[in-house]
């Protein structure tokens, strides 16, 4: 599935109204969510990378401010409030449980009074979540739903929506994929009950990807 469709499937109905609103990516890599939104009419676009040479090319985009930084807490301080969407699409992870807090802290101070967070991250439940940490040296933290949910609500802000992210429709043979993936993770649940039993923390979402928004505590 292209970056398109993923962001039109998953995002779009999280944008807001106003094609005014002002819009924060933070680790926006190449900018594909920041021209999504662009091609959305959105003028009032920031993204912020560390990497100087992937994220100079946005600045080609009429609305659109590219920052070459790190993500901090101290960064988000001097860059200031008042935003009405934040991104983290896939960078939470980056950070260990310690600096975490801060930065989502950090975050939930940064947006303006009705303003909202998506957060995505790899499904952190999954027993493939741990090759994933294993592919990118870089990773800190991986987080369940209900983990990313305490980090999110323990920190400034409260979760209006968990879920995961959609797939789209997909041909004969994917969907037989997505059948036995099911059918997997149903059989996982029942292992993990038999090893923990009924408690809260058991997984629901079985998908690659989780999707949080939340708003100002």
């Known amino acids: 599935m292209s970056a398109t469709d993923h962001y ?12 005014n609103a002002r819009i924060l990516d933070l680790g926006c890599g190449e ?15 920031t993204g912020v990378d560390r990497d100087q040479d992937v994220i100079r090319a946005l600045g080609d985009l009429e609305g659109v401010t590219p920052i070459h930084a790190d993500v901090t807490p101290e960064f988000l301080t001097r860059l200031g409030g008042g935003w009405d969407l934040i991104v983290a699409k896939q960078m939470i992870y980056y950070f260990d449980r310690k600096e ?6 950090k975050i939930a101070h940064s947006l303006a009074d009705n303003g ?24 800190l933290t991986a987080y369940t739903e209900q983990g990313l949910k305490r ?5 400034g802000l409260v979760v ?24 997997w993770f149903r059989t996982y649940r029942r292992l993990l009950i038999i090893e923990r039993g009924f408690d809260d923390e058991l ?11 939340a708003r100002r505590a």
């Open 151 to 155: 980090l999110l609500d323990r920190n």
């Open 8 to 19: 039109s499937l998953n995002y779009r109905i999280l944008l807001p109204e106003n094609r």
């Open 116 to 139: 909202r967070l998506i957060v995505e991250i790899f499904n952190g439940a999954l027993l493939s979540s741990r090759f994933t940490e294993l592919k990118d040296p870089a990773i």
């Open 203 to 213: 997984p629901a979402i079985g998908d690659k990807a989780i999707i949080a928004v």
């Open 160 to 183: 209006e929506r968990l879920v995961g992210a959609k797939a789209g429709e997909r041909r004969l043979r994917s969907r037989a994929y997505q059948l036995a993936r099911r059918a």
């Open 100 to 105: 975490a807090p801060g930065l989502v802290q």
């Open 31 to 45: 900018g594909d969510f920041i021209r999504f939104a662009h091609g959305l009419g959105f003028r009032k676009l």
